[in-house]
Nanobody, 125 residues
């Protein structure tokens, strides 16, 4: 079992920056690859960023590429999502996820066994 706790959400103006953090604890959290997802009202949950630790590579959705950065601090079991140049369409509940380190994004998404409770991000224009 892995427990995930997000922090850092809140309200922002368009163009601002926010940083989300996710603290992982429990049994062998280093065994998983971590990602951030978001879900806006009336929409499906979508992957935003994934960090493939062993391969040292990342995935970003087209909507956030160039603006968001995912990073890990393995010594502290922390995963962060730096969000710059925020847009109103970034408004959503953001979830931290621990999944199996499968390179293909769709398969990674379907593999996720552990989710955080989510943190709300609201961006106004």
């Amino acid at each position: 079992q892995v427990q995930l706790e997000e922090s850092g959400g809140g309200s922002a103006q368009a163009g601002d920056s926010l940083t989300l953090s996710c603290a992982a604890s429990g049994s062998n959290p280093q065994s998983y690859c971590y990602g951030w997802f978001r879900q806006a009202p009336g929409k499906e949950r979508e992957p935003v960023a994934i960090f493939y630790t062993a391969q040292g590579r990342t995935y970003y959705s087209d909507s956030v590429k160039g603006r968001f950065t995912i990073s890990e601090d393995n010594s502290r079991n922390l995963v962060a999502l730096q969000m710059n140049a925020l847009k109103p369409e970034d408004t959503a509940k953001y979830f931290c996820a621990a999944g199996y380190c499968i390179g293909e994004v769709r398969r990674y998404v379907n593999s996720v066994p552990y989710w955080g409770q989510g943190t709300q991000v609201t961006v106004s224009s």
